[in-house]
């Protein structure tokens, strides 16, 4: 894209629709030109939905984030070791990543779109009716048979990964409109000392799949966000110097009714000083020294 705006984006898109159809959906961050009005009319007429994903929050697709982690990996040998602009060598990029057999389906992307290891892409194999040299008669049904085999790895990774992911997973609280509450967000946390709780925010409305749209209490100018249900705790009211006035001399004079029970309580049981305890001979020490009279002494003797 030569600019990031809502015109540029529009074309990438129609050019991807044209060949490959609509999309059912499209998954996208909060840049601007994705939230451009034109923009989001536009994917409505195509029969497409749109969907943002929630700011710091995004586990939607744990596989797309690993893709994009593996990818940002590559433009940073690129760029850090051999000092090339990272615009300069997508190109390369994603042709290796497109002739690279993948873990999960055990096939390079490329051969299970057109059915073909090529080093190279050839639009011309995209189009069946066009035949390649050295290809295979049966590579129509050798890409079928790769694409079901593929699907198969794909869903014995996804119950895989949602065992291990929801086996100590709780179901997430859930809040209502206007309700009060803090956001946890540990990346824009400073220090150590910092909780990592930002807001109070009110909930505005809720969303799909446990998120809620929020607006910053003040200082927000109207603006919004998003949030999961999971980094949302609820908000009980201002800490201000009155409440805690009231808390600690609430947390005295209970201290001080327990202590003045517990005295009239164990009052009975206490023995006194002067008192001779008994105890016999196979009573165990006290630990006090006892110093016997001259008299004692010398009588023994």
Request: aromatic share 8%.
């Amino acid at each position: 894209m030569r600019k990031q705006d809502a015109t540029e984006l529009k074309l990438v898109f129609e050019n991807a629709v044209s060949l490959f159809g609509a999309p059912r959906q499209i998954v996208t961050d909060r840049g601007r030109m994705y939230e451009n009005r034109s923009f989001r009319q536009w994917v409505s007429d195509v029969g497409s939905n749109l969907f943002f994903i929630t700011p710091e929050m995004h586990q939607s697709n744990g596989q797309a984030e690993r893709y994009c982690r593996t990818v940002l990996n590559m433009i940073r040998v690129e760029v850090n070791f051999r000092n090339e602009n990272w615009s300069e060598v997508l190109w390369k990029l994603q042709l290796t990543l497109n002739v690279t057999k993948q873990k999960s389906t055990q096939y390079s992307p490329l051969y299970l779109l057109i059915g073909s290891d090529a080093v190279t892409p050839v639009i011309r194999s995209v189009v069946r009716d066009v035949a390649l040299e050295g290809t295979s008669a049966n590579r129509e049904t050798l890409r079928e048979l790769a694409r079901q085999r593929a699907s198969q790895l794909l869903d014995k990774n996804r119950k895989q990964q949602d065992t291990r992911v929801n086996e100590r997973r709780k179901p997430p609280r859930t809040f209502h409109e206007n309700d009060v509450v803090f956001v946890h967000k540990n990346s824009q946390s400073v220090g150590k000392l910092d909780s990592g709780m930002r807001g109070p925010y009110k909930i505005v409305r809720a969303l799909p799949h446990g998120r809620y749209e929020l607006k910053l209490l003040s200082g927000s100018l109207g603006k919004t966000t998003e949030a999961a249900a999971e980094f949302i705790s609820a908000w009980h009211g201002e800490w201000t110097p009155d409440v805690c006035t009231a808390f600690f001399e609430c947390d005295e004079n209970s201290s001080e009714e327990g202590i003045v029970a517990d005295s009239s309580h164990h009052h009975d049981d206490i023995v006194p000083l002067d008192e001779p305890i008994n105890a016999g001979e196979d009573a165990p020490p006290s630990g006090e020294a006892v110093l016997e009279d001259d008299d004692d002494i010398g009588g023994v003797a």
